[in-house]
């Protein structure tokens, strides 16, 4: 079983729609969670970073933590052609000593 | 300047040859990581060290080494390279919070 499991898409939205991206995770253990967008070709940029259940926003980012149901989710709202890339999830755990990604969730935003 | 840069960008190399990819930080950061990444596939962790005098194994360590020379300079070698080596290779740098940052990457290939 995957450390984190994300859909590879892609995932298609139209410009200015809200556009979902899910991460599940195997171990109750995990910490923290982080996502990354991943232009192609170019180097992971660290979007947002979540520790404790709910919430947490950032202009026009939202991450989500479920950490009974084991998930992590992305939304990006008012999408633009721009977020076109490869969202990827992680988490850590055993205070930081472990870091695992998922292979990433490709977005589509079509203008 | 960049905070985390990694030389060379590109690398054509043989069969047997023994290669060196180096990676540098500005960031002041303790913690430094080796990553390859295959196309459509996620991160993979190679090498990891939490400070100058700590290295560890990731998931896929066989065929690569080591060495962190100071707290900014965290070097990949592949003793003898092989075909399926061929990848594109990420250094990244991170504090106790594991917020990653990662340097532009090397393109390797391995004939």
């Known amino acids: 079983q995957k450390e984190v499991e994300q859909n590879s898409g892609p995932l298609s939205v139209p410009e200015g729609a809200i556009a979902s991206l899910n991460c599940t995770y195997s171990d109750r253990v995990s910490q923290s969670f982080f996502w990354y967008r991943q232009y192609s070709g170019k180097s992971p940029e660290l979007i947002m970073s979540?520790?404790?259940?709910g919430d947490k926003e950032d202009g026009r980012f939202t991450a989500q933590l479920n950490k009974a149901s084991q998930y992590v989710s992305l939304l990006i709202r008012d999408s633009q052609p721009s977020d076109s890339a490869t969202y990827l999830c992680a988490v850590a755990k055993y205070n930081f000593n472990k870091f695992y990604f998922g292979s990433g969730t490709k977005l589509n935003v079509k203008p | 300047d960049a905070d985390v840069t990694q030389t060379p960008r590109n690398r054509i190399t043989k069969t047997g040859k023994r290669i060196m990819l180096e990676c540098s930080q500005t960031?002041?950061?303790?913690?430094m990581y080796w990553y390859r990444q295959d196309p459509g596939l996620g991160l993979q962790l190679i090498y990891y060290?939490?400070?100058?005098?700590?290295?560890n194994k990731g998931e896929i360590s066989d065929g690569y080494s080591v060495s962190r020379q100071a707290q900014a300079k965290f070097s990949l070698s592949l003793e003898s390279a092989i075909p399926n080596q061929t990848a594109l290779y990420f250094c990244?740098?991170?504090?106790?919070?594991?917020?990653?940052?990662f340097g532009p990457g090397t393109r390797l290939t391995v004939l």
């Open positions: 979540i520790y404790s259940n």
């Open positions: 990244a740098t991170s504090a106790r919070d594991n917020e990653q940052f």
């Open positions: 960031k002041g950061h303790d913690r």
């Open positions: 060290s939490f400070d100058v005098k700590d290295i």
